[in-house]
């Protein structure tokens, strides 16, 4: 049996992955970064080439932003969000459909999230398409 917080940090991850997953598809930068620590890293494995590129955060809003400027549509759909904590960290997993006009790729975040000052932010994503 978990103690009562530990479900209580596993929905205020959920919520933050939730609000992350809003910022996409709305293009709200700043609701996007607000997920984020400011000094998160971001890695995308690319399949077809199998190597791990590894940006900043800036680079990965540049990217997202420049998706909805190319596309009527940018949205990331979570088929699922299985989150673990413990103590003060937490990793979510989410397999995801991404939509781009017309364009649809599924892949899956793995998100590290810390627990600072009583609030959870996202440390590290990695990725793949």
């Known amino acids: 049996m978990q103690p009562a917080t530990a479900q ?9 992955i939730r609000k992350y997953l809003q910022a996409v598809k ?18 995308h494995y690319y399949v077809k080439g ?6 900043t955060l ?21 088929k699922e969000i299985d989150v673990w904590v413990v ?12 939509q781009m006009g017309p364009r649809a790729m599924e892949g899956q975040d793995l998100f590290n999230l810390a627990k ?5 932010k996202i440390i590290h994503k990695s990725y793949y398409l």
């Open 116 to 120: 600072c000052k009583g609030e959870w």
């Open 8 to 16: 209580s940090d596993e929905d205020q991850v959920k919520d933050v």
């Open 50 to 55: 199998d190597e791990i590129k590894t940006i």
């Open 87 to 98: 103590d003060h960290l937490a990793c979510a997993r989410v397999p995801f459909a991404f």
């Open 26 to 43: 709305t293009w709200d930068p700043d609701g996007f970064r607000s997920t984020f620590t400011a000094d998160a890293n971001i890695a």
């Open 58 to 78: 800036d680079q990965f809003v540049d990217t997202i932003g420049s998706l909805h400027k190319k596309y009527d549509n940018a949205e990331e759909r979570a």
